[in-house]
Structures are given as structure tokens and as C-alpha cells.
């Protein structure tokens, strides 16, 4: 008998998570989709993966630094997103 906790968010993998949820120690809440966005939870170590440097140069040409969502979004499609996070 021990004490459980619930997995937040596992290492290799982007989280959807609500509006509100508090962002985890090591994550970064980042809106992702071309018309809906949504929420994601990531490791702060994807930012550092060529991949993902792609997608936040594509973002920077979409919007700048103002972002409508008043933080990070990602222009691509979930599915686009999923694929790729789950690659690295």
C-alpha cells in the first residue's frame, strides 16, 4: 500500500489541458490550430529541437510577437502538432 499520484504529463508527449489549469513545473502552455485553438502543455526541452524551433519561426511570421490567445500559438493544425511532438 502506497501513495499515488496522478501523471501529470509524461516526458515525451504534449498534454491538452483545460483553460485555467495551472501550467507544470518544466512546461510551457503553448495554443495550438488554425481556427480553434487549443491548450497544450509541453516540455520546456522542445523548444530546443530544430523541429519545433521551425514551428516557432512560423509562428513569429504569422503574428509577430502579439499574440491574439495572450500567449504562445502555434499555427498548425492539431493533428500537425501531435505528429510532431510525439517525434521527438
Known sequence: ????????????QAVRQPEGTIVPKGHLAVYVGKIEKKRFFIPISYLKHPSFQNLLSQAEEEFGFDYPMGGLTIPCSEEVFMELTNSL
Open 1 to 12: 500500500m502506497g501513495i499515488r499520484f496522478p501523471r501529470i504529463v509524461h516526458a515525451k
